[in-house]
């Protein structure tokens, strides 16, 4: 059942970017094809296959100014869910050491790519730190989850939340950049009124990714905060202070596409704001309604 569940969410990003990638990179699709055929293929030979999400993710760092914003896409998500798989396999089957040190170690990295991605401004690498971060969020509750024995709840919540809200801000946020010509964040500026519903739903997705009540990665940090003051408040605390930077840093990209000169052209592209519509909505669901997705995810382990 795991192995089904990591592939229907590889197979959904699959999708959604080659929707997006029809209206911008169609040569794209093939690569998508490609990647999407021999992931599932290993992960099918061996869970430990996955481990390929690290070239995936290093990838995403060293070449990301030479990638297709597709292509950045691809490996940043297909890399961040095989991660996720890979992880939750080790902790599933091995014993693991010093879980509080990996556990203050994952908090740290998430605080210094947020105080840096607050201050980015290329449009990529803010996007490559908030990857980063939500992989660091998939680790901590897993480590959280081995020292409490909740491994059921918090083993897969924040991958499946994370890959509705990831995928829906990377996609609007590549709409709204125009498959990133605009380079910059500060080139974004006013962006909300030239395509007011993916305007729309980058909002929604920022909002999720920083936590906020009501959306999907709230139930999340919700049970990983609550999870962890059991163990040890200091990290509860940590974590608290984590999320007020992620607000900072997510609430940055709502300020500048909704201040500055812009046009009101209000003009959606029909196919991949349909995938953006039902990522925002799924999104909203699973945070009005965390006993939906909880339902779901106790059925995976």
Known sequence: MIDIFFMILLFISFISLSIYSIHYEKKDIAFLFIIMVLLVAAMRINWCYSLVSIPFLI????????????QLVCFSMFGSILMAYFLLKVFLVYEIAFLLPIAILSVLVMCIMAVTAIFEDNLKKYLIYSNIIQLMFVLLDLTIAKMTQKISTLGTIQIFNYTFAGLLF???LGVLSRDNQRKNISSLQGTFYEDKLNGLFS??????LAGLPGLNIFVSEWFLFKASFLINPVITLFGIFIALLLFIMYFKIINVISVGNFNSSNVSLKHITYVNFILAVICLIFGLLPQVQLYILNKVL
């Open 59 to 70: 990838l995403t760092i060293i070449l990301y100014n030479r990638m297709s914003y597709t």
């Open 203 to 208: 909002v929604i997705a920022a909002i999720s």
């Open 170 to 172: 990377f996609l609007t």
